[in-house]
């Protein structure tokens, strides 16, 4: 079974802080993603990649950056945390197009 | 661009009987995936079927089927035989040719009652 691992499941932060997001994955996926899931909007997507060192901008990379150094790890960074990035981070890896995405439980981020 | 449009924000299900949850999609491509996930209270998101747009047969997983109406860009998640644990928030996606990321809905809180 694909595990995905998000190192908190819940984070509470102070506005202008740096918080790093942190997943791991174990199945030697190459395509990894970050998702952003807020109520009454679903899931949207900040940021994901396809190789090591390699990354694209999804629908709502403003105030996200990532760091994928090794192909297992994959790093969500908020430069300068906002109220407005209070949310439910989800990380997930894929193996193949025709497969579907593997998901880890989350991070519920708070930022007062 | 993609869109997946779940236009039932709830639903609400008595035990045993069958839901559909509905689900539309825009999409210019001719080669496309469809998924559904389930979300439970504790938030992980759990994968339960997958449709191709040239799979012919409607995909189907124990009491989970997809009904997938091509000309009407339709796939519809029915749940036969509702069970309590069934009540959960309830995701469809899609995935253009060559793409690897996914496009979701906003979802539809699915309720089962005894």
């Known amino acids: 079974d694909v595990k995905v691992t998000q190192s908190s499941r819940y984070l509470v932060k102070r506005t202008g802080e740096k918080v790093f997001l942190e997943c791991v994955q174990d199945?030697?996926?190459?395509?990894m993603f970050w998702y952003r899931q807020d109520p009454g909007l679903g899931l949207r997507l900040i940021y994901f990649?396809?190789?090591?060192?390699?990354?694209e901008k999804g629908d709502i990379p403003e105030g996200y950056s990532v760091s994928r150094e090794k192909k297992e790890r994959f790093s969500l960074i908020l430069e300068s945390a906002s109220t407005n990035q209070t949310s439910m981070y989800l990380c997930?890896?894929?193996?193949?197009?025709?497969?579907?995405?593997?998901f880890g439980n989350g991070t519920r981020l708070t930022v007062t | 661009a993609q869109k997946i449009t779940q236009t039932q924000p709830g639903m609400f299900v008595q035990e045993k009987e069958a839901v559909t949850l509905d689900c539309t999609y825009d999409?210019?491509?001719?080669?496309?995936?469809l998924f559904w996930y389930k979300q439970p209270s504790s938030g992980e998101m759990i994968f339960l079927i997958y449709?191709?747009?040239?799979?012919?047969q409607n995909a189907t997983e124990g009491r989970y089927s997809l009904n997938f109406q091509k000309a009407r860009k339709s796939a519809n998640l029915v749940i036969s035989a509702s069970q309590l644990g069934d009540s959960a928030m309830y995701f469809c996606?899609?995935?253009?040719?060559?793409?690897?990321?996914?496009?979701f809905g906003k979802g539809t809180m699915l309720l089962v009652s005894p």
């Open positions: 999409t210019s491509d001719q080669s496309y995936g």
């Open positions: 990649s396809y190789d090591v060192k390699m990354k």
């Open positions: 997930a890896s894929l193996q193949g197009l025709n497969s579907p995405l593997h």
């Open positions: 449709q191709g747009s040239y799979d012919e």
């Open positions: 996606a899609m995935r253009g040719p060559g793409y690897s990321t996914l496009t």
């Open positions: 199945m030697d996926h190459e395509n």
